[in-house]
């Protein structure tokens, strides 16, 4: 099946039309030894074909449909209200390209312009741009937008260790071709007690950016704004990584002093989808405005002075400025923006207070019930956390883990393999979806399997 | 036609989504964290799905009618693939579970990495990028750290033709290059001796995009290829245009590095109002241990018993991770369901029907617009939007006037080497009826530019709001939604 429309006759006719014989004459331009090549992938499929093979195909995966999921780590299995996908489903939305023509794209513009209104009040920020692909890309990101707000002349970047693995990995990768920046305060050797003491006695004229997050990787909840007055007193930038979702309790980092909030998105609405498409939060403080990367939507008057939207700021964008753009960033993430505006207002201010308080609720109640069983210990037992929080385990995790699979749970991230000191550590995320009884359940279980 | 915001439409106290009670016995946050306010509109359910649903006839989409977008293929998307991506064993997978429990998804990016492998001539292929300009940066931070790793620095220039996409001069910035900017000959190919001026020993590379953005295949690519790579050079493809090449040619077999894929494009997967994209990466064979980390292989090989069991592989030389986990994977399944439906001979006859829509719609055309380049084009072509006896219509007057009789306007002023250029890309599944009907629609617009140029002028009519004030919009800046009575920052000259 090509989707393509044209009859034999039609095709004849076309031919006619442009005057040549054969459709092949066409392609005369590329050279004739590559024309034409045979390729090895398989034989046409119908709908009903293909249906079946990806049902057999997904049917090998084990999903959070089926299993209580006690796995975080950036990406949360929260429920997803009906309406959300229901409305995704508007084709007029999901077929549409980026609004380039607003005439006929109010639609999706109104969406973007909603988005940017609801990022800016849960972060208590001024402005939010449109999106990026994801936390770690934002992330990223706000490192090279302080880059150029120093116009290069800052040469160094403190990540705290207790910021997403990944997030680190991606803001590394990002900066190869910056060789004058110096990324560094996440150490190996710094312990995770005491990094933000470490961070702050590494903060001098030269720093650039500041990346915190809150909570942090391990759920932890800190006060971060004598770490960000120190920032500003010698003129440096602050990024705090969000989770938006704590943001329905917690103060947001715009009233504690954050210049740019970043973050994932993926609890607004988007299934977990194995990682993807999820959505970049990025948020700035206003005099950051002409800084910031990607799309901004702006609202206007058309001729008729009826109000409208327009993609606004556009000569900062690389369709324009070309090599001097900061940013090649084109297509985002329109749609999980759109996913995220119908889940925030559907929840609207109550629901999302009240969604927050579930989630830290019931993972207080399973951390409490945990650190019971014998061999487990919650970890930072006196720092305040969110619906996330760090387990010492008595056996390796990734068997715990295995023998999960057995009883239908998901169990927790091993912390291991990014912070080599916390061997048979579990990070593990609590969100409305797990009942009490599964909480019971699982700690029943991580006692069997770990005193067989 | 006006949509009041979410949050003009709240109601204090209103509720839309109902949760459970708290079951579990409570624990106090402590005071200091706790948030005084959250300001979010308080709306029901059915208030949210009108809302949305109102904004959403404000839309015109691929399912609305013509689309004719140049170098942004907007092709019909199939209904299956949004019934594939939303099966459960899909959608609701971690992308942390243990390996063993998510064989499904492993199989399915393996095979996809295969597919574009084959599709695209490359000996590896990453499916990390999350968009085209993202497959960019893969690219340009391969070459950057190739050069380095032979320890050849003094390799600083990219090489970009004046056609080129916006994002390819700003992906080789970004990724620390100098940026050249190279001319285009008579005939819209790479002008050769141009090129000659910059194959030295500080050439990093070129990007080039074939067919170029004025829909034409580069009649010299094999010798520029050449040059370069004799140059010490390394050729990235932008891929943006390969719906005219499928089945066609292989560029890694025509010598090409790096190129991206836009599964978005070619491979049929929405566009989402702006996303999401997806811009997997091949590479030939000497850069597979440079691209992202990680790539899905086989770890263990099947036997008579057991299925191969699929996992992940880190490249040795590796640019590092380029996003959060492992890719866009919900536009991934889309593009296998596509690919599997097309199967080989259905990726070659939608080049071969895309190529001769454009190609009708060209000659329908050429005689009332000025055709800049006069040669048979790829999947688009580009027309100039101005004649000289009615110097005051513009471009932007056609395309805006297009709107009214029903039609998405092509992409205007792209490429910038044609003066105000209609750039037109009716893709493979618009039928000859609708192809007709469009190039009737632009007929008669020149005709108005003649007897009514003002109708073009004041256009579009009929739409849900009329020409918008862009200027205005960037000087009294409004970004957000004025809540309750704080000052609407951002405007600060």
């Known amino acids: 099946m090509t989707f393509t429309p044209h009859t034999d006759s039609e095709v004849e006719e076309m031919l006619k039309a442009i005057d040549v014989k054969r459709i092949e004459d066409l392609f005369q331009e590329i050279p004739e030894s590559f024309r034409f090549p045979d390729l090895a992938i398989p034989s046409k499929l119908t709908e009903i074909e293909i249906l079946s093979e990806l049902q057999e195909i997904a049917s090998a995966n084990a999903t959070t449909g089926d299993m209580p999921c006690f796995l975080g780590a950036g990406a949360y299995d929260h429920y997803i209200p009906a309406v959300v996908d229901m409305l995704l489903r508007r084709s007029e939305f999901?077929?549409?390209?980026?609004?380039?023509?607003?005439?006929?794209?109010?639609?999706?513009?109104?969406?973007?312009?909603?988005?940017?209104?609801?990022?800016?009040?849960?972060?208590?920020?001024?402005?939010?741009?449109?999106?990026?692909?994801?936390?770690?890309?934002?992330?990223?990101?706000a490192v090279i937008l302080a880059y150029h707000f120093f116009r290069g002349k800052r040469k160094k970047v403190l990540l705290s260790r207790a910021v997403n693995p990944q997030y680190r990995q991606v803001i590394r990768t990002y900066m190869h071709g910056y060789e004058d920046l110096q990324i560094t305060g996440d150490n190996q050797a710094t312990s995770l007690e005491s990094d933000l003491e470490t961070i702050k006695r590494q903060i001098d004229p030269d720093t650039a950016l500041v990346?915190?997050?809150?909570?942090?990787?391990?759920?932890?909840?800190?006060?971060?704004?004598?770490?960000?007055?120190?920032?500003?007193?010698?003129?440096?930038?602050?990024?705090?990584a969000i989770n938006p979702t704590a943001l329905g309790m917690l103060t947001p980092p715009g009233e504690f002093g954050a210049d740019i909030v970043v973050g994932e998105g993926q609890p607004l609405g988007l299934p977990l989808s194995y990682g993807g498409p999820y959505l970049g939060l990025f948020a700035t403080k206003s005099r950051l405005v002409r800084k910031i990367a990607g799309r901004l939507v702006g609202k206007t008057r058309d001729i008729d002075e009826q109000p409208a939207y327009v993609l606004t700021l556009t000569a900062r964008e690389q369709h324009i400025r070309r090599d001097k753009s900061t940013s090649n960033i084109c297509t985002n993430q329109g749609l999980m923006a759109l996913a995220s505006t119908i889940y925030m207002s559907l929840l609207g201010k109550q629901g999302f207070k009240h969604l927050a308080n579930l989630c830290?609720?019931?993972?207080?109640?399973?951390?409490?019930?945990?650190?019971?069983?014998?061999?487990?210990?919650?970890?930072?037992?006196?720092?305040?956390?969110?619906?996330?929080?760090?387990?010492?385990?008595?056996?390796?995790?990734?068997?715990?883990?295995?023998?999960?699979?057995?009883?239908?749970?998901?169990?927790?991230?091993?912390?291991?393999?990014?912070?080599?000191?916390?061997?048979?550590?579990?990070?593990?995320?609590?969100?409305?979806?797990?009942?009490?009884?599964?909480?019971?359940?699982?700690?029943?279980?991580?006692?069997?399997?770990?005193?067989? | 036609m006006t949509e009041p915001t979410v949050y003009e439409l709240s109601s204090s106290g209103r509720k839309g989504f109902q949760f459970p009670e708290i079951d579990v016995p409570l624990s106090p946050l402590p005071d200091k964290f706790i948030r005084k306010d959250l300001l979010f509109p308080e709306l029901s359910e059915q208030d949210v799905v009108r809302h949305f649903t109102h904004l959403s006839q404000m839309n015109y989409g691929i399912d609305t009618g013509l689309y004719p977008l140049g170098s942004c293929t907007m092709k019909y998307n199939p209904k299956i693939n949004e019934k594939a991506v939303r099966l459960q064993g899909f959608a609701l997978t971690h992308p942390l579970q243990p390996l063993i429990s998510t064989q499904g998804n492993l199989y399915l990016m393996y095979t996809l990495q295969e597919w574009l492998k084959e599709i695209g001539g490359f000996a590896a292929v990453t499916l990390q990028p999350a968009a085209g300009a993202q497959g960019e940066l893969v690219g340009g931070l391969i070459i950057h750290k190739y050069h380095k790793y032979r320890r050849d620095f003094k390799r600083t220039k990219i090489l970009i033709p004046d056609s080129a996409h916006g994002t390819n001069?700003?992906?080789?910035?970004?990724?620390?290059?100098?940026?050249?900017?190279?001319?285009?000959?008579?005939?819209?190919?790479?002008?050769?001796?141009?090129?000659?001026?910059?194959?030295?020993?500080?050439?990093?590379?070129?990007?080039?995009?074939?067919?170029?953005?004025?829909?034409?295949?580069?009649?010299?690519?094999?010798?520029?290829?050449?040059?370069?790579?004799?140059?010490?050079?390394?050729?990235?493809?932008?891929?943006?245009n390969l719906n005219a090449l499928l089945g066609i040619m292989r560029p890694g077999e025509l010598g090409f590095d790096i190129m991206h894929f836009n599964l978005h494009k070619t491979f049929a997967t929405p566009h989402g109002g702006g996303g999401p994209g997806s811009g997997p990466v091949g590479v030939c064979d000497k850069l597979i241990d440079f691209l992202p980390d990680p790539l899905i292989t086989i770890v263990e090989e099947s036997d008579d018993e057991n299925p191969p069991l699929f996992g992940f592989y880190h490249p040795k030389k590796s640019i590092g991770r380029i996003k959060s986990f492992y890719g866009h994977f919900g536009v991934l399944v889309r593009a296998f369901t596509y690919i599997s439906m097309l199967g080989a001979e259905g990726l070659h006859h939608v080049a071969e029907m895309a190529v001769l829509n454009a190609n009708y719609l060209l000659t329908k055309l050429k005689n009332t617009y000025t055709l800049p380049y006069d040669r048979k084009c790829m999947h688009e072509f580009v027309l100039e939007g101005i004649w000289k006896d009615v110097p005051d219509v513009h471009a932007l007057d056609i395309a805006k006037r297009l709107m009214d009789y029903g039609f998405h306007p092509p992409t205007n002023y792209f490429p910038l080497i044609v003066h105000e250029a209609l750039k037109i890309e009716p893709t493979e599944t618009e039928s000859i009826q609708t192809l007709d009907a469009f190039a009737a629609a632009l007929i008669k617009i020149a005709e108005e530019a003649r007897k009514d140029p003002q109708i073009l002028h004041t256009a579009p009519h009929h739409?849900?709001?009329?020409?918008?004030?862009?200027?205005?919009?960037?000087?009294?800046?409004?970004?957000?939604?004025?809540?309750?009575?704080?000052?609407?920052?951002?405007?600060?000259?």
């Open chain 1, 360 to 452: 830290y609720q019931k993972a207080h109640y399973a951390a409490q019930q945990i650190d019971k069983l014998d061999g487990f210990e919650v970890v930072y037992k006196n720092t305040p956390f969110f619906h996330e929080f760090l387990v010492r385990c008595p056996k390796p995790v990734s068997m715990i883990n295995l023998a999960l699979q057995d009883y239908m749970i998901l169990g927790g991230f091993d912390v291991f393999e990014d912070y080599p000191e916390l061997e048979n550590h579990m990070l593990i995320a609590v969100t409305e979806k797990i009942t009490k009884n599964e909480i019971d359940a699982f700690c029943e279980t991580l006692e069997k399997v770990t005193h067989d």
């Open chain 1, 211 to 240: 990346l915190l997050q809150y909570p942090d990787f391990f759920g932890r909840i800190y006060d971060y704004a004598s770490l960000i007055d120190a920032a500003h007193k010698v003129g440096a930038l602050v990024a705090v």
């Open chain 2, 463 to 493: 739409t849900p709001v009329r020409r918008c004030d862009e200027i205005k919009a960037a000087r009294d800046l409004v970004l957000r939604c004025q809540v309750h009575n704080e000052k609407i920052p951002g405007s600060q000259r």
């Open chain 2, 169 to 240: 001069p700003a992906t080789s910035s970004m990724s620390g290059f100098d940026v050249i900017s190279l001319p285009s000959d008579e005939r819209g190919n790479v002008d050769l001796n141009s090129l000659k001026v910059f194959c030295n020993d500080e050439l990093a590379g070129l990007m080039l995009t074939n067919p170029n953005t004025l829909g034409l295949f580069d009649e010299n690519v094999l010798q520029v290829i050449q040059m370069v790579h004799k140059a010490g050079g390394l050729v990235y493809g932008d891929g943006a």
């Open chain 1, 94 to 141: 999901y077929t549409a390209y980026t609004p380039y023509q607003p005439e006929i794209s109010q639609g999706t513009l109104q969406a973007v312009f909603e988005y940017q209104s609801l990022i800016c009040s849960l972060t208590g920020m001024d402005v939010s741009n449109a999106s990026h692909y994801d936390g770690a890309t934002a992330a990223a990101e």
